[in-house]
């Protein structure tokens, strides 16, 4: 099972040298990849909370907008 913490921590990081164009190809590659690890959907949830460009790579894997807060000081697509 994948550690949420981490993986939120993790992409955090890797964020920080991602050129912002291509942050939301990273971020739907990321999700798809993970959902192959049976990642809980309420863990998927806590991830899509990271930014905006997890929060539509979810939305778009699962086909519903999800109904969660998320910081309003990251980046908006």
Same mark, same amino acid.
């Given at each position: 099972?994948?550690?949420?913490?981490?993986?939120?921590?993790?992409?955090?990081?890797?964020?920080?040298?991602?050129?912002?164009?291509? &942050?939301?190809? %990273?971020?739907?590659?990321?999700?798809?990849?993970?959902?192959?690890?049976?990642?809980?959907?309420?863990?998927?949830?806590?991830?899509?909370?990271?930014?905006?460009?997890?929060? &539509?790579? %979810?939305?778009?894997?699962?086909?519903?907008?999800?109904?969660?807060?998320?910081?309003?000081?990251?980046?908006?697509?």
């Amino acid at each position: 099972m994948i550690d949420i913490d981490v993986l939120i921590e993790a992409y955090r990081v890797c964020k920080e040298y991602m050129p912002q164009k291509d &942050r939301q190809a %990273a971020a739907d590659h990321l999700v798809n990849a993970i959902n192959e690890y049976d990642i809980s959907e309420e863990d998927l949830r806590l991830f899509a909370a990271t930014d905006s460009y997890v929060r &539509r790579a %979810a939305e778009e894997y699962l086909g519903e907008e999800f109904d969660i807060a998320h910081n309003e000081d990251e980046d908006e697509y």
